[in-house]
């Protein structure tokens, strides 16, 4: 009976033992360095807002020249080199649409970088190649015939009879009238009702 006691204490203790050993071997893990210093906890307050959903959110940039402006105030030009073409973009690989001469009317209705977007006589439209375009301002005859006056009225002699298509330079305007003549000579010739013409 003594025998068995003292070997059920020493099983005991022998169990006691490898318990102790085995919790001395089970070590916690490290813990990280960064997490040794308790962090504040994120301030609310000083995150960024929520932008509002009507309401747009700007967007960085994307590293694009931005473009020029689109609109500008129309204007009457015309074209200032013997040729120009009319393009379907504003630029110089886009297809061509068709062609302009010098001294052809425009209407210059919008800008971009270097190029102008035009309207002429017939409604035709498309972009022009900017340094092609002149300040000078001309107008095409849009009657199949048409008299050019001494002096801006019915009563004043007719001076030259213009035919449809012509283009004749503009030097000013009265009432409804204005004062044409030859574009490359520089010369006044007479006056035209403006309703016959296109340009003023």
Do not use: C
């Amino acid at each position: 009976m003594t025998i068995l006691l003292v070997v059920t204490i020493a099983g005991f203790l022998l169990i006691s033992l490898k318990v102790a050993r085995a919790q001395q071997e089970v070590k916690p893990p490290a813990v990280p360095p960064m997490l040794e210093t308790p962090r504040p906890l994120d301030n609310l307050e000083t995150k960024e807002p929520t932008a509002p959903r009507n309401t747009p959110v700007s967007r960085k940039s994307s590293g694009k020249r931005p473009a020029a402006p689109q609109n500008t105030s129309v204007t009457m030009k015309s074209i200032g080199k013997e040729r120009a073409n009319v393009r379907a973009k504003p630029n110089l690989k886009a297809e061509i649409l068709f062609q302009v001469f010098r001294g052809y009317p425009i209407k210059v209705e919008k800008q971009k970088d270097d190029w102008v977007y035009i309207t002429d006589h017939k409604h035709n439209s498309g972009w022009v190649y900017k340094p092609m375009v002149s300040s000078i301002k001309t107008v095409v005859v849009l009657a199949e015939n048409a008299s050019i006056r001494k002096g801006p009225g019915l009563k004043g002699p007719v001076v030259k009879q213009a035919s449809g298509g012509e283009i004749y330079k503009l030097f000013a305007e009265k009432g409804r009238w204005v004062k044409v003549g030859y574009y490359s000579k520089n010369e006044v010739i007479g006056w035209i009702r403006d309703d016959l013409v296109w340009g003023e």
